[in-house]
């Protein structure tokens, strides 16, 4: 049973939207993944290159919950694309015995994906000849603390 109702004298609502699905950067570039998978030429796509700065004081509380890495250097395919990409190489919950507070992964609470922590500055504009992913600048997997045991 639908939700739509009809009052007044509008056009009948058939709860459709005018809206296009699948046209920003980031869909587009994943469409391409899923068809690049089975393509002789998989990565061979333009990217550019993103330097990730911690911007927070380091007495900042944010600090506290996503503990940060220094200075990071990807290849990516826009600025959050770049946070995407830098966080991911952080240690996901799933992979320790611990939990998320709130969520299913703890990719969200990366300190790469706030930008009141780390500020994402393009360095250099289509480049072929790099791989999608961290070029520079370590990440550290002790993001999470394991479950202690009693």
């Not at 969200?108 to 999608?132: C, G, H, P, Q, W």
């Amino acid at each position: 049973m639908s939700n739509v109702s009809r009052t007044g004298k509008e056009e009948i609502n058939n709860a459709t939207s005018q809206t296009t699905f699948g046209k920003s950067v980031e869909s587009q570039a994943q469409i391409e993944d899923a068809a690049s998978q089975s393509s002789p030429d998989a990565g061979d796509e333009m990217l550019n290159i993103y330097r990730l700065e911690p911007i927070a004081a380091p007495d900042d509380p944010r600090w506290d919950n996503s503990p940060g890495h220094g200075t990071v250097v990807v290849a990516a395919r826009t600025a959050g694309d770049a946070r995407i990409v830098a966080a991911a190489r952080e240690l996901d919950f799933m992979e320790v015995d611990a939990a998320p507070a709130e969520d299913v992964t703890t990719v969200n609470a990366s300190a790469f994906r706030d930008d009141k922590l780390y500020t994402v500055i393009e360095i250099e504009r289509n480049k072929r000849d790099v791989k999608r992913g961290i070029l520079e600048g370590a990440i550290a997997v002790d993001t999470i603390r394991p479950i202690q045991s009693d």
